[in-house]
């Protein structure tokens, strides 16, 4: 089993940043990638972006492309760097593992969640 502890969310006005972590713990060798993804109310949870284990190979929604950056160190932290915010981004941040090769796009692909973090962007 993998645990994953998200921070790092909070209240930002529009064009702020706000990064935040995922820290992964318990069976961290079978992880295969990391993703972020997001829920707004009333919405389904979508894609956000994701890097590969291996080789940092990244993964990004158009939505987000040149505003936020994902990276990973170490000891088993990936991260969300998010730049220029707006109101639109306002939801609740997951990270998840995946723990095989395929699409990197789909909740369906990850296995473990987190438990999120709220990121409110204020216009």
């Known amino acids: 089993q993998v645990q994953l502890v998200e921070s790092g969310g909070g209240l930002v006005q529009a064009g702020g940043s706000l990064r935040l972590s995922c820290a992964a713990s318990g069976r961290t060798f079978s992880i295969y990638a990391m993703g972020w993804f997001r829920q707004a109310p009333g919405k389904e949870r979508e894609f956000v972006a994701a890097i590969s284990w291996s080789n940092g190979n990244t993964f990004y929604a158009d939505s987000v492309k040149g505003r936020f950056t994902i990276s990973r160190d170490n000891k088993n932290t990936v991260y969300l760097q998010m730049n220029s915010l707006k109101p639109e981004d306002t939801a609740v941040y997951y990270c998840?593992?995946?723990?095989?090769?395929?699409?990197?796009?789909?909740?369906?692909?990850?296995?473990?969640w987190g438990q999120g973090t709220q990121v409110t962007v204020s216009s």
């Open positions: 998840a593992d995946k723990d095989y090769s395929g699409s990197y796009y789909f909740t369906k692909e990850y296995h473990y």
